[in-house]
């Protein structure tokens, strides 16, 4: 089995399938989202003719929203999803939240989420987008004082009572926040769906866009226990195959493609990218004496590049060269990515 090629069948990164960013994103179920500008790039590497004009038009009218969602980080999804996601996640991140508060210090009653939520309503006034400082602002006006640390645990609080999503998507780097009920037309049937059908849809999208995968990984990009992952894996029946390699067992997605072209043999990957970021284990794709290269302890992903599927440098997407960096002096592909990085620069850049 050749999971390399498999995954970049998966992730649409060998021949993609898809022309709108909006049916990437869906089809990828969630693309961590941590860095603002390079976020548009992991959805435009995985698209047939990567429009930035599309993508924003995409994520101001709601059909791509960015919110703090699986494992508590920001990530990209369709609108469509929201509604139905929270229903798997709500409870989970919420405790999370509720943690990280307790380790930094912060505390937030319920009575006050309740008193700032309202303040923070104000802030769109004959707005339909705003930043922190409206926020500020609106808070100011009450005389109220808070932390910038205590507004974003209030937001990422909004955000998981399905209150908040991004906003209108700025030339910065600072994000824009929306009411949920005037960005995301709800889908009332994905509301209404149950539970298990939720967990069904949740994995389906993970095992479609990500096969082969273990259990681990799929536990690991969801944030659900062992257990939970063994009963959404069940609840996949026959469109999940298992596949012994090496002593591990992957699943791979049944109907997943076989075959694909490469348009190059290196691919320019944003920092977070869901080619790593989507498993526990990225040994396949990425040789362990340079894991430090790729990521730190902390979980701070770096831009990194690939040939032929494997993880064998960085990049730099805001230098004019893209100043490329191979993890060893064994290459021979500077004139690939010299190529891919005009591409890069074509599209848009950052």
């Known amino acids: ?115 700032y939520r309202n303040i923070m309503k104000e802030a769109f006034n004959e707005k339909h987008s705003v930043t922190k400082v409206d926020f500020l602002e609106a808070f100011s006006k009450n005389n109220v004082k808070i932390s910038d640390r205590k507004l974003g645990y209030h937001i990422r609080l909004a955000e998981n009572d399905g209150i908040l999503c991004s906003g209108d998507l700025t030339s910065g780097i600072s994000p824009t926040y929306s009411l949920v009920s005037e960005k995301v037309n709800k889908n009332k049937e994905a509301s209404d769906i149950s539970y298990e059908e939720a967990l069904k849809r949740l994995t389906l999208k993970y095992f479609r866009s990500h096969s082969p995968a273990t259990l681990e990984d799929f536990v690991w990009w969801t944030g659900f226990t062992k257990t939970e992952g063994k009963k959404c894996i069940k609840l996949m029946g026959d469109k999940l195959v298992e596949k012994v390699y090496e002593g591990q067992t992957f699943y791979v997605y049944s109907e997943g493609r076989t075959k694909g072209v490469p348009k190059s043999s290196v691919l320019l990957l944003s920092p977070f990218d869901e080619y790593l970021i ?65 591409k890069f620069k074509e599209w848009g850049g950052v």
């Open 1 to 115: 089995m050749n999971i390399v090629n498999k995954r970049l069948l998966s992730q649409q990164l060998i021949s993609p399938q898809f022309v709108d960013p909006v049916d990437v994103v869906e089809w990828m179920g969630a693309l961590q989202a941590q860095d603002y500008k390079m976020m548009r790039w992991a959805v435009a590497v995985r698209t047939c003719k990567p429009s930035i004009k599309r993508f924003e038009e995409a994520y101001n009218n709601g059909e791509i929203i960015r919110v703090h969602l699986l494992r508590g980080t920001w990530h990209l999804i369709a609108g469509k999803d929201l509604h139905w996601m929270l229903k798997i996640c709500q409870e989970r991140v919420r405790k999370a939240t509720f943690s990280r508060m307790k380790t930094n210090k912060v505390d937030i009653t319920e009575n006050e989420i309740d008193q």
């Open 278 to 342: 989507g498993y526990k284990s990225r040994d396949i794709v990425l040789e362990p004496k340079y894991r430090h290269y790729a990521h730190n302890n902390n979980g701070i992903f770096y831009p990194v590049f690939a040939i032929d599927g494997h993880i064998k440098g960085n990049w730099k997407p805001r230098k004019k060269d893209g100043d490329f960096t191979f993890f060893s002096q064994k290459n021979k592909s500077k004139s690939s990515l010299k190529l891919a990085f005009q």
